[in-house]
C-alpha cells in the first residue's frame, strides 16, 4: 500500500506538471527556495528555464531550510511556510506582481502580523555603504542595508550577469524575475547568517592588513622609504604596511584615455630614477615585516610606454599595425589574462603583498563592455581572485561595490574631504556597513584632502584605533603628511598612545575578524544588533560595539582650554557594568553617562566580567608570536560567569578554511569573595603556531594585598597603578596545559 501511494503521488506530479512537495517548491513557472527559514529565492522563468549559475550576489543556492510546508488551499491557491514566514501564492500563470504574492511574518515582539508584497518599500532602513568618499564633505545618502526595522529586506538580482566557468555571461532571457527576499523581525544576526548562506562568508584578510599603514601621494625614492621606517622605530610607533602610491611607476605616457588632466595614472614599470633597485627595497622591507602595496589605475591597460608591452602585445596576439594600442577590456578573459599577468607579474615577483586598485573611472568606461555590469565589482572579483594564488588569502583593497562584494576585503573608502563633519559621518558609515557585509574599511584616518588641524588629525587616530586597519593617507602636498611626530608634542603622545594599543589590542581585534567570518557578524556594529529591544540602541549613531567586549564613541568636536576636554554623553547597554579604557572608572549599564575626554583619551568602554586577550607592545603588532598572552578582566556581577575564546591562525594563508587554526577558551567567574580566571588549554594547530607561551594575568580594581593561587599554589601578586589594579604572572609553559588563577 505504502509502495503504491508513492507512485500514486508520482503520477499526480507527472499528469500535472506543476507541483513538486519539496525544498525548492515548483509551482508552474515559478520556483521557491527556502535557502533558510529566513530567507527565500523566487523566480519566474518562461518555460520553466531556471537558474542555478551563481551570480556576484548569490554563488550558492543550497538550502538548510528543512521544515518547508505546502499546502494547496484551493485550485490555484497555495500556502508555502517555514518556522518564520507564510507565503500566499496565486498561480495565475504570470510573473509575481501585487495581487499574487503575498508574504505575513512576526516582527519581534509585535502581536500583529507583517505583511509584505512586492510593491512594498523600506521605511525603517538602518542604512549600509556607499561606493566611495572621493571629494565628500560631509554627510551624504547612503545605499540601504540588508537590516531594517521594517523585518524584511528584498535583493533583487533579476537579470544580472551570471558566471559560467568562472567568467561574466549574459543570463537566459526567459529568466523573467530573481527575488532574494529576507524575513528576520528584529532577528539581525540570523538575517546577516543567512547572507552568509547564500553569498558566502566574509573571509579573513591577512593578518597585516589589521595593522598600521603608512601611505601618502608623494614621489618617494628608495632612501626616503627607508627614511619612513627608520622614523617609525625612532619615534616609537608601530608598522605593519608601506603603500607605494603613484610614484613608484613611470608616468610619460603619450597615448591612451588618461584621467584627472594626465596620462600618467595608469603605468606598470618602474620609476628607477626614483627607486634605483626596487626588488632590494621590497625585500629589506619584507625581512623587517613590513609589508609593500602598489597603487594602480587601469583604466588605460598597458601602453607602449611599458616595459612589459611587448610580451604582452605577444601574449595577447593582437596586430598593433591594425588596430593600434588595445583597449581595456575586462569583459575579455584573454585580454585580462595577459594585462593580469604583465602589468603585475615583475612587481610580484619582487615580493609585493597585493596591489591597490584604484578604480575612479567610472564616468568614462561605466560598464564591462557587452554588459550592463559595472567595472568595480567585476574588477574586484579579477583581483581579489588574482592575489589568492599560492594558497594566499586574497588582498582586495578597492572601493565598495555592492551586494557579494564583502567577500573580497578589505575596502577603501576613498579621497574623502577633512573636517569634523565628515568624521562623524565617517564614524556611522562604518558601522551602518556591516549592515551590508562591509566589514573592513580602510579609511584615509585624517582625511585626503586639506585637514591641517592637529586635533582633528589626533581625534581621527582615536576612531582608527577602532576600524579594521590604522591607515593614513593624504594628497599630493608638500605640506600634508600624516607622519604622527610631525603634528605636535601634544599630539604625538596623543596618537602614540592609540598606535600602542591597537598593537596591544591585536589578539582581540583579529579574534574579532574571524567572528566576523564564522558568524557573519559585523567588526564594527550597531548597537541594535546585540540589544535589537531596546530603543536607545537605535539612537545613538556616534556609538558602535568593536567585537564583542569594546564600546566606542570617538570625539567628533574640537575641544576646550589647553587639554582640549569634550564632554559628551554616551549611553551604555544594560546587563552590564562598563569600565573606561582609559581612566578604570565603573559605570552601571542601562543608562546615559557623561564623559569628559582630554585630548589623548576618547570614550572608550569594555565589559566587566570578561577575559579581554591583549598582547604586550609590539613595533609588529601583526606579525610578533604571541610567547606572552595578556588577560585583562574587569570585575564582574557576583555570579558572572563569562568566556572569551582567544583566535589563532597563520594569519596569510587560506589553511584557516580547512581548519588549520587554534583557539583558547578563557574563562571569569566570580562567586562570592572569590574570582576565578582560567585559561584552558588551545585546541587545534597551525604552522607557526607558539609551542609556550606565558601569561600575565591583569586585574583593575583587585586591591594590593589580596591573595592569589596560580594552580593551587599561592603566589604573589604586584600592584600595577596604571590600571589600578593587581598583575599576576604566570611562566612559560606548555600551551596545552590549563591555567587556573583564583583571587581571594
Known amino acids: ?19 513538486l512537495w519539496a525544498n525548492p517548491v515548483i509551482i508552474g513557472n515559478s520556483r521557491f527556495t527556502f535557502i533558510t527559514d529566513q530567507l527565500v529565492r523566487m523566480e519566474y522563468a518562461q518555460n520553466g528555464h531556471f537558474l542555478d549559475d551563481p551570480t556576484l550576489f548569490a554563488i550558492d543556492r543550497s538550502t538548510e531550510c528543512k521544515d518547508v510546508k505546502v499546502e494547496e488551499k484551493s485550485k490555484d491557491h497555495y500556502v508555502l511556510s517555514t518556522p518564520v514566514m507564510r507565503i500566499e501564492y496565486y498561480a495565475d500563470g504570470f510573473p509575481f506582481g501585487q495581487t499574487n504574492l503575498h508574504v505575513y511574518f512576526k516582527n519581534g515582539e509585535e502581536a500583529k502580523e507583517k505583511h509584505w508584497y512586492i510593491a512594498s518599500r523600506q521605511s525603517k532602513n538602518l542604512l549600509g555603504a556607499l561606493t566611495t568618499l572621493d571629494e565628500v564633505d560631509g554627510p551624504v545618502d547612503r545605499q540601504e542595508g540588508l537590516l531594517s526595522r521594517d523585518g524584511w529586506y528584498l535583493i533583487n538580482d533579476t537579470g544580472k550577469e551570471v558566471l559560467r566557468d568562472g567568467w561574466v555571461s549574459a543570463r537566459d532571457k ?79 605616457a603619450t597615448v591612451g584615455t588618461g584621467h584627472a588632466g594626465t596620462r600618467g595614472w595608469t603605468g606598470y614599470s618602474w620609476n628607477r630614477k626614483l627607486i634605483k633597485d626596487p626588488a632590494k627595497l621590497i625585500q629589506d622591507l619584507k625581512d623587517d615585516h613590513v609589508y609593500v602595496v602598489l597603487n594602480e589605475h587601469p583604466h588605460d591597460g598597458l601602453r607602449p610606454h611599458d616595459d612589459a608591452y611587448p610580451m604582452f602585445i605577444r601574449d595577447l596576439g593582437a596586430d598593433t599595425l591594425k588596430n593600434g594600442v588595445p583597449l581595456f577590456d575586462a569583459g575579455n578573459p584573454e585580454y585580462m589574462k595577459a594585462f593580469m599577468k604583465h602589468a603585475h607579474q615583475e612587481s610580484d615577483q619582487m615580493g609585493v603583498a597585493f596591489w591597490w586598485l584604484d578604480w575612479q573611472q567610472d564616468y568614462l568606461y561605466p560598464y564591462v563592455r557587452g554588459t550592463s555590469m559595472r567595472h568595480l565589482p567585476w574588477l574586484n572579483k579579477i583581483y581579489y581572485d588574482y592575489s589568492a594564488r599560492n594558497n594566499l588569502r586574497g588582498a582586495g583593497f578597492s572601493r565598495w561595490a555592492g551586494w557579494g562584494d564583502h567577500r573580497h576585503p578589505i575596502q577603501f573608502s576613498g579621497d574623502a574631504v577633512a573636517n569634523w563633519e565628515l568624521l562623524r559621518f565617517e ?148 546587563g552590564e557594568n562598563w569600565y573606561h579604557f582609559f581612566t578604570g572608572k565603573a559605570y552601571q549599564g542601562g543608562r546615559t553617562v557623561t564623559v569628559e575626554s582630554p585630548l589623548d583619551e576618547f570614550p572608550l568602554f569594555v565589559k566587566g566580567g570578561y577575559p579581554l586577550p591583549m598582547q604586550p607592545y609590539t613595533e609588529r603588532m601583526c606579525s610578533t608570536p604571541l610567547t606572552e598572552l595578556i588577560v585583562r578582566c574587569y570585575p564582574g556581577n557576583e555570579g558572572c560567569n563569562h568566556s572569551y575564546t582567544l583566535y589563532e591562525d597563520d594569519g596569510i594563508t587560506t589553511a584557516y578554511q580547512q581548519g588549520e587554526s587554534a583557539s583558547t577558551l578563557m574563562n571569569y567567574r566570580k562567586e562570592g569573595e572569590q574570582t576565578f580566571v582560567t585559561i584552558h588549554p588551545a585546541k587545534g594547530s597551525y604552522k607557526g603556531q607558539p609551542q609556550k607561551r606565558a601569561y600575565r594575568i591583569e586585574l583593575p580594581g583587585i586591591q594590593a594585598g589580596t591573595k592569589v593561587k596560580v594552580n593551587g599554589k599561592s603566589v604573589k601578586a604586584v600592584f600595577d597603578k596604571t590600571i589600578g589594579g593587581i598583575v599576576v604572572s604566570v611562566k612559560s609553559d606548555d600551551i596545552r596545559k590549563k591555567v587556573e588563577v583564583q583571587i581571594g
Open 1 to 19: 500500500m505504502k509502495h503504491f501511494n508513492k507512485l500514486l503521488f508520482l503520477l499526480v506530479f507527472l499528469l500535472s506538471g506543476r507541483v
Open 174 to 252: 526567459d529568466h523573467v524575475q530573481d527575488l532574494y527576499l529576507f524575513v528576520y523581525g528584529n532577528d539581525y544576526k540570523s538575517a546577516l547568517r543567512s547572507l552568509r548562506v547564500v553569498s558566502g562568508p566574509a573571509p579573513m584578510p591577512r593578518k597585516y592588513v589589521h595593522g598600521s599603514w603608512y601611505c601618502r601621494w608623494w614621489n618617494y625614492t628608495d632612501d626616503d622609504y627607508r627614511q619612513l621606517v627608520r622614523e617609525y622605530k625612532e619615534h616609537d610607533f608601530p608598522l605593519d604596511i608601506m603603500v607605494f602610491d603613484m610614484g613608484w611607476h613611470t608616468q610619460n
Open 427 to 574: 564614524i556611522d558609515l562604518t558601522t551602518t556597513s556591516g549592515n551590508a557585509g562591509c566589514f573592513f574599511w580602510a579609511h584615509d584616518l585624517g582625511g585626503f584632502y586639506g585637514g591641517d588641524d592637529a586635533e582633528l588629525y589626533t581625534r581621527w587616530t582615536q576612531f582608527g584605533l577602532l576600524n579594521s586597519s590604522l591607515r593614513i593617507h593624504s594628497v599630493y602636498d608638500e605640506k600634508l603628511d600624516r607622519r604622527p611626530w610631525l603634528w605636535g608634542d601634544k599630539e604625538e603622545e596623543a596618537m602614540k598612545r592609540i598606535y600602542h594599543l591597537r598593537s596591544q589590542l591585536m589578539p582581540y581585534i583579529y579574534s574579532s575578524v574571524h567572528q566576523c567570518y564564522e558568524d557573519m557578524i559585523p567588526l564594527n556594529r550597531g548597537l541594535y544588533l546585540e540589544y535589537p529591544s531596546d530603543e536607545k540602541a537605535y539612537q545613538c549613531p556616534g556609538e558602535f560595539l568593536f567585537g564583542d567586549l569594546l564600546l566606542g564613541a570617538p570625539v567628533t568636536m574640537p575641544g576646550e582650554g589647553e587639554q582640549k576636554l569634550v564632554s559628551q554623553e554616551v549611553w551604555l547597554p544594560g
